[in-house]
């Protein structure tokens, strides 16, 4: 099981990019105006970009060490 909850730089400057453009995009909706909440949708959608490439440059959760497999027949002779 995993504690971490995410807090990474990559997940933290996701959620604060998709904050910032829920904020934009749901501000320009009450004044009724699209041009600012298609601007806001796209700070959304940067958000997911900006995550997805500072996990893939190594600022995301560690990829899990894979565990070399044991056969049942090995595990059953040990006990």
């Known amino acids: 099981m995993d504690s971490s909850h995410g807090h990474t730089p990559a997940a933290w400057t996701?959620?604060?990019?998709?904050?910032?453009?829920?904020?934009?995009?749901?501000?320009?909706?009450v004044m009724a105006n699209p041009v600012g909440f298609w601007a806001g949708m796209a700070l959304l959608a940067l958000s997911a970009v900006v995550?997805?490439?500072m996990s893939a440059?190594?600022?995301?959760?560690?990829?899990?060490?894979?565990?070399?497999?044991?056969?049942p027949?090995?595990?059953?002779?040990e006990v």
């Open 14 to 29: 996701g959620v604060i990019i998709a904050f910032i453009g829920f904020c934009v995009a749901g501000a320009f909706m």
């Open 51 to 53: 995550g997805g490439a």
């Open 57 to 71: 440059a190594g600022l995301g959760k560690p990829k899990a060490q894979s565990l070399p497999a044991v056969a």
């Open 73 to 77: 027949e090995a595990v059953a002779s």
